[in-house]
C-alpha cells in the first residue's frame, strides 16, 4: 500500500552544524509534502511544505528538496541550536484527503 | 489561527469503561482526524471524517468509533477500554489535499 519512510529515526548533531532528514514516498500522485516539528508534550505543528510542481522552498534556517521522478523529498536545517530539538514528522498527500506519515526523526542537538 | 481543542488533557480510565474523547475545531474545515501516537510507532489514523455524519476507517479503527454530528465537532468513542489502548491521542483537521492540518494539544489516556 501507500507509505512514507523517513530516516533516521534519531539524528544526533552538534550546535551549529547541519541535520538533514530524508523521506521516501510510494504514490505517484501524491502533491503536497508537509513538515512537522513536534517539540515534547507538544502538539505537531507545521514548519514547511512543498507542492510538487517545486524543486526547493527555504524558510530561513529550514528548507525543503524534492525529487519527483526519485519520489524523495528532504529537510534541511542549517546552523542547528537547541531549540532544532524535537521530533520531526514528514508527510505526502493522498488522493483521500489525507496525509500519508513518515514514522518520525527525534533530532538531538548536542552542545 | 485554526484552534483544534481536545476536552481532556489526561484522562484516566478503568478497564470496561466507555471512554468519549472530544473535539472541536473553529475554522470550518471539512475534514477531522483522530490519530494516536505511541512512542516508535509515529501517528496511526484511527478514524477520519469529511463531512458531517460522514466517517472512514483509517489504519487502526479496531476497537474505535466516532461520530460527527455537527462540522466542528468529532468524537472518539472506545466502546469497552482495554490496557492496550492506553495511549496519546491527537485529533486533527485540515482543508482538503492535506492542507492546513492542524492538531489539537492531544489527551493522554490511561487505561488502568
Known amino acids: 500500500g501507500e507509505n512514507v519512510e523517513q530516516h533516521p529515526s534519531t539524528l544526533s548533531v552538534q550546535e551549529g552544524d547541519s541535520a538533514v532528514i530524508k523521506c521516501t514516498y510510494s504514490?505517484?500522485?501524491?502533491?503536497?509534502f508537509p513538515w512537522y516539528k513536534q517539540e515534547l508534550g507538544k502538539r505537531p505543528q507545521l514548519i514547511i511544505d512543498?507542492?510538487?510542481n517545486v524543486g526547493e522552498k527555504k524558510d530561513q534556517r529550514i528548507a525543503v528538496t524534492l525529487n519527483k521522478t526519485a519520489k524523495h523529498f528532504s529537510l534541511h536545517i542549517t546552523e542547528t541550536q537547541p531549540e532544532d530539538s524535537a521530533v520531526y514528522f514528514c508527510?505526502?498527500?493522498?488522493?483521500?484527503?489525507?496525509?500519508?506519515w513518515g514514522a518520525g526523526t527525534k533530532l538531538i542537538i548536542k552542545p | 489561527d485554526v484552534k483544534v481543542t481536545q476536552s481532556s488533557r489526561y484522562l484516566v480510565k478503568r478497564t470496561g469503561e466507555k471512554v468519549f474523547l472530544e473535539c472541536v475545531q473553529d475554522?470550518?474545515?471539512?475534514?477531522m482526524f483522530w490519530y494516536r501516537q505511541d512512542p516508535g510507532l509515529g501517528l496511526r489514523l484511527i478514524y477520519f471524517s469529511y463531512d458531517v455524519k460522514m466517517k472512514e476507517k483509517g489504519d487502526i479503527p479496531e476497537g474505535y468509533s466516532v461520530s460527527r454530528e455537527k462540522k466542528e465537532r468529532f468524537s472518539l468513542i472506545l466502546e469497552s477500554a482495554s490496557t492496550n489502548q492506553t495511549s496519546m491521542y491527537l485529533c486533527?483537521?485540515?482543508?482538503?489535499?492535506?492542507?492546513?492540518?492542524?492538531f489539537g494539544s492531544g489527551t493522554r489516556l490511561t487505561v488502568v
Open positions: 504514490d505517484s500522485a501524491s502533491n503536497y
Open positions: 486533527a483537521s485540515s482543508l482538503g489535499g492535506g492542507l492546513g492540518y492542524t
Open positions: 512543498i507542492r510538487s
Open positions: 475554522m470550518d474545515h471539512e475534514n
Open positions: 508527510a505526502a498527500s493522498r488522493s483521500n484527503y489525507q496525509l500519508i
